[in-house]
C-alpha cells in the first residue's frame, strides 16, 4: 500500500498561499487514499475471480489515480520555498540548449505548453533512449504520456493548483512556479 509523503516543508513558498499549498496536499492524500482502495478492490475481484463490470470499471480508474498520485508528487516534489537559478553549466541545461537552441527558448516553449487551454499538466521529459528532451502535455493524469520517457520537471496546470491565490490568471501562477522550482530535484532526475 502506498503512503502519502510529507510536504508540509513547502508551506510558505513564494507565490503559493499555504491555504491553496494544504487544499492542494489534501487532494494529493486523497489520490493516495483512491489508489490504496482500487489495488486493493481489483486484488478481491480478481481472487474471487470476478472480471465483470466493476472490475473493467475500477481497472480503466486506476490510472487516474495512480497518475493522480504520483504526478502530484513529482510536482511537489520539484518545489522548493528557496529560491534557486538554474545552471547553465548543467547537462540538462546543455540538452535544452540542444534541443531548443537556448535556455530561454526551452522555458518559452515551456511556459506556453502550460498556458493551452483545458485542465493538465505540462511536464519536461526526457527520452531514455536518445536522450532527447520534450516539453508534452498531459491532459488529465493519465493521457498523453510520452511511453519511455521520465518526467524531469511536473508542473501541474489543474485549477486547483492555482485559482485560489490567482482565480483565473494562470499567467501569474505559471510565473510563481518557475520561480519556486527546485532545479536540483529537477537536474538530478535527468540522465546524461
Known amino acids: 500500500m502506498y503512503t502519502a509523503k510529507e510536504y508540509t516543508p513547502l508551506l510558505g513558498t513564494p ?12 487532494l494529493y492524500e486523497g489520490y493516495v487514499k483512491n489508489t490504496n ?5 481489483l486484488q478481491a475481484l480478481r481472487e474471487a475471480g470476478n472480471f465483470g463490470a466493476e472490475y473493467a470499471e475500477i481497472k480503466r480508474r486506476f490510472g487516474w489515480e495512480f ?3 504520483r504526478l502530484h508528487e513529482l510536482y ?14 548543467t547537462p540538462l541545461a546543455q540538452a535544452l540548449v540542444a534541443q531548443f537552441g537556448s535556455v530561454a527558448a526551452w522555458q518559452k516553449d515551456f511556459v506556453s505548453t502550460g ?3 483545458g485542465i493538465g499538466w505540462a511536464l519536461l521529459v526526457q527520452d531514455l533512449q536518445t536522450g532527447d528532451v520534450y516539453n508534452i502535455w498531459v491532459n488529465e493524469h493519465d493521457v498523453g504520456h510520452l511511453v519511455g520517457t521520465t518526467p524531469l520537471l511536473i508542473m501541474d496546470v489543474f485549477e486547483h493548483a492555482f ?3 490567482y482565480g483565473m490568471k494562470r499567467a501569474e501562477y505559471i510565473s ?3 520561480h519556486a522550482v ?7 532526475r535527468f540522465v546524461s
Do not use: K
Open 182 to 188: 527546485h532545479w536540483e530535484v529537477v537536474n538530478n
Open 76 to 89: 511537489f516534489d520539484n518545489l522548493t520555498p528557496h529560491a534557486e537559478e538554474f545552471s547553465a553549466e
Open 115 to 117: 498556458s493551452l487551454r
Open 67 to 69: 497518475g493522480g498520485m
Open 15 to 26: 507565490g503559493f498561499s499555504d491555504t491553496l499549498l494544504t487544499t492542494h496536499f489534501g
Open 163 to 165: 485559482v485560489l491565490d
Open 176 to 178: 510563481a512556479f518557475m
Open 37 to 41: 482502495a482500487a489495488v486493493a478492490t
